[in-house]
């Protein structure tokens, strides 16, 4: 699979005709055969939401991933900042582009609002998860797409586009400014939400270098920075 051309829903070609009831069971036999999978409720809003993710993600560690680009399965774990960022979605309608998607609660619950949503993620495990969750809350799949930040494919423009805890890594900053930039709309918005890494302060830093414009906010331990293109 050529990374940043994969799309892992056009890929299930097999359960093009199938229900979104039946995709759900395929594809939840398909990766409890590969991982354990467990169940973890979280609250979004008034409602509660399951998402299934891996076990842990530090049984996924795979040396020859490491060796190769330094690749850690981050994916796996439900990380505060999505729980956050799944609170703070703009209304829709409109196409909004998650950048890191791991096990999929934004993207999920961005499909409920009434989103078309683009998944991304380094890893081809984590845009399935990310269909399996989009299936059981949304009761249908996002578009999916494997993006490598440091080469980001042409995926058009978004009316919206998110990410949760994407600036933990030094060259993160200047990649995700780089990604918004590329994708953002005209009058399109960006939320980053980010627990507090050490490199995010220069993502405000690297936005205004691509010309686009930022204001953050506080919610408890994370910061909220929202992102366009023009500040009118």
Same mark, same amino acid.
């Given at each position: 699979? /050529?990374?940043?051309?994969? *799309? ?13 009831? $039946?995709?759900?069971?395929?594809? !939840?036999?398909?990766? =409890? ?11 979004? =809003? ?5 998402? !299934?993710?891996?076990?842990?993600? @530090? ?6 991933? #490491? %060796? ?14 999505? $729980? ?9 309608? =409109? ?17 409920? +609002?009434?989103? *078309?949503?683009?998944?991304? @993620? ?6 399935? #998860? ?5 299936? +059981?809350? +949304?009761?249908? &799949?996002?578009?999916? !797409? ?11 423009? #978004? ?10 890594? !030094?060259?993160?900053? /200047? ?5 918004? +930039? ?6 399109? $918005? ?5 627990? =507090?890494?050490?490199? &995010?302060?220069? #993502? ?5 270098? %691509?010309?686009?414009?930022? /204001? ?17």
């Amino acid at each position: 699979m /050529a990374r940043g051309e994969t *799309n892992t829903t056009d890929a299930h070609s097999s359960t093009v005709e199938m229900s979104p009831v $039946q995709k759900y069971q395929v594809l !939840r036999r398909r990766l =409890g055969r590969r991982f354990a999978v467990v169940t973890v409720s979280v609250a979004v =809003g008034d409602a509660t939401v399951a998402i !299934r993710k891996p076990r842990s993600a @530090d049984e996924l560690i795979s040396p020859e991933d #490491f %060796e190769h680009d330094e690749r850690l399965p981050y994916w796996a774990e439900l990380w505060p900042s999505s $729980q956050v960022l799944a609170n703070y979605l703009p209304p829709p309608p =409109g196409r909004l582009l998650e950048l890191g998607c791991g096990v999929g609660l934004v993207s999920a619950v961005a499909l409920a +609002a009434g989103w *078309n949503v683009m998944a991304t @993620d380094y890893y081809a495990d984590a845009l399935l #998860f990310t269909e399996l969750n989009a299936l +059981a809350i +949304a009761r249908r &799949a996002p578009k999916t !797409r494997l993006v490598d930040w440091r080469s980001v494919p042409d995926l058009g423009t #978004f009316d919206a586009v998110v990410g949760a805890d994407v600036l933990y890594e !030094r060259p993160y900053s /200047a990649l995700i400014a780089g990604a918004l +930039a590329r994708t953002l709309a005209p009058k399109g $918005q960006g939320i980053i939400v980010d627990p =507090g890494r050490v490199h &995010a302060p220069g #993502f405000v830093r690297a936005c205004e270098s %691509e010309g686009l414009v930022v /204001a953050a906010e506080k919610e408890g331990k994370m910061t909220i920075y929202r992102v366009s293109r023009s500040s009118h």
